[in-house]
């Protein structure tokens, strides 16, 4: 098989500490003839020196390369005209542009990681939130009206061609999980306020519609503000969760603090051609450049990497060697000699790093 390009874009704050991390433990799991990393700039940093949060050369390619991986992008006060946030335009552009309708969360309890919610421990959480990510209320980025300085408007925007796909993904992904925790039931929960609003209602009809080709999951349904009261009381009921653009952004942030927080929960970007993979966080300026960072979720975005592209190429090798890293991690953490400041440990993110490469020996 010829190399695998990565397009790498480090990006801003703790971005780059990250993504070297995961290109140590990828090239230590598969040595060093699979992957070419081609490291290509972008991010609020990168906006500050050439006024591009995405050059031309940085978008061709995580175009035209098999599979993009990214640190983190974004720096407090570098903001546009209208107060939104230059660094948030990377991967916004990229999924727009990509079209990488289905981000994929997953929240899962390893052991080592304690969880704020004492009744559960590892393996007591493992669900996946399926968030819509070229729709919904963030579709309208950038094209929002402020009238006279009185008056604001975003439009939330729901198709069935997106809404259908992602149902879709989703069901397609709780085929291929072992079930709930709580009962072994592979089930989609569809998040959204279909009690007010009648694009959360028409979203919800064609999650029903895609549903009947699907028998062997159970279909369910939470509004978006009960979800977050059910995520905390019985995480485990949950096998994969769909939602509107917005909420699966609210409430991912919430799953993740339940496994150990932000730098533990990795994230993929996933469309019909390309797929991006980065950490579920963001640049965390507060800790930048002082060797703080968890690389964890960075590295288990990396396995989700080898999964989608040994799908893709049809090359399982890759995937196992995703397997072998996920145990590394669990090993690590499970030893509990080497653990991160975010999850009360004092290892440097370059110590976890070696940590997780030694144990994939
Ligand atoms: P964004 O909106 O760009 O996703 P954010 O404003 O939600 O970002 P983060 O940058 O994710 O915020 O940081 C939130 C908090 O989590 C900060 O205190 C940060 O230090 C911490 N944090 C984020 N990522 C990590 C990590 N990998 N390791 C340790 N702490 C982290």
Known sequence: MPKLKIATIEGDGIGPEVTQAAVKVLETACGHD???FEMVPGGA???QKSGQVLP????????DMDAILHGAAGLPGVVYPDGTEVGNELHLQLRFRLDLYANVRPVKLLPGAVSPLRAFKDGGIDYVIIRENTEGLYASRGAGVVLRDEVATDTLMVTRKGTERVARFAFE????RAGAPLDGKRRVTVCDKANILRSYAFFRSICDEVARDYEDVEIDYAYADAITVHLLKRPDFYDVIVAENMFGDIISDLGATTVGGMGISPSAEIGDKHALFQGAHGSAPDIAGQNLASPLATILSATMMLRWLADQRSAP???EAGDRIDAAVTQVLADGETVPHDLGGSAKCTEMTD??????G
């Open 56 to 63: 031309d050369e940085t978008f061709t390619a995580c175009r």
């Open 34 to 36: 699979i992957f070419d």
């Open 173 to 176: 992904l709780s085929r291929a």
């Open 317 to 319: 090798a890759l995937a």
């Open 45 to 47: 940093g990168h906006y």
């Open 355 to 360: 940590a997780i490469c030694r144990a994939l």
